[in-house]
């Protein structure tokens, strides 16, 4: 079975959209997820780059595409009451969830939290237990995401990311180190999954 890495930051809504589409691509060519969270604000700073909502006309099309991409995925969205928060709390919960199906759920729970309930995944009793509803144990991740050990391994993957080339998310890539930026090009991952599956 190949991977893909599929790299995001919960602040991101775009990769709340791709994280509902890729596992059926992936799933058709017998491709395994695998997530992994990285701090998006970091790679702009060391970029130096402005990212799309502090600039009022794009802010503007974003919120509006977004709910266009909703409606066109048939995926639920609720426009979020302040549109930043802390993600580091829910990224090194999700560090320390299995690779695979558990963290899997661990994504999809705390990102239905963040893009359809419109809640703060900043809060420890939010993340707790949204992260409950899927099956883990919210208490002893949020206990777990102030260990030395999970703080650095989300220092490590923003690195790596940097170190890869990431500059927005959701990216994704696969094994042969092709890289993918966006939600769209979630079609491309499936094109080349399926060119490489085939020799």
Not at 54 to 59: H, M, S
Not at 166 to 181: H, L, Q
């Amino acid at each position: 079975m190949s991977t893909v890495r599929f790299f995001f930051d919960y602040n991101s809504p775009y990769s709340y959209i791709a994280s509902l589409l890729i596992e059926d691509v992936c799933g058709r060519h017998n491709a395994e997820v695998h997530w992994e969270p990285f701090v998006l604000g970091g790679i702009f700073k060391a970029d130096d780059t402005r990212p799309a909502h502090t600039i009022e006309k794009r802010r503007t099309y974003m919120l509006q595409d977004l709910q266009n991409l909703a409606e066109f995925h048939g995926l639920p969205y609720k426009p979020r009451t302040e549109f930043l928060f802390n993600p580091i709390l829910s990224e090194r919960v999700t560090l320390q969830a299995s690779q695979g199906q558990e963290r899997a759920r661990a994504v999809h729970s705390l990102y239905r939290g963040a893009f359809a309930e419109d809640l703060d995944l900043g809060d420890p009793a939010v993340v707790s237990r949204l992260l409950d509803e899927a099956g883990l144990d919210g208490a002893a991740l949020v206990e777990g995401s102030q260990q030395q050990s999970v703080k650095d391994a989300l220092r490590e993957n923003t690195e790596e990311a940097a170190r890869l080339g990431v500059f927005g998310a959701p990216t994704y890539f696969m094994e042969d180190g092709r890289m993918f930026w966006g939600h769209d090009r979630v079609k491309l991952l499936d094109f080349f999954l399926e060119k490489t599956k085939n020799g």
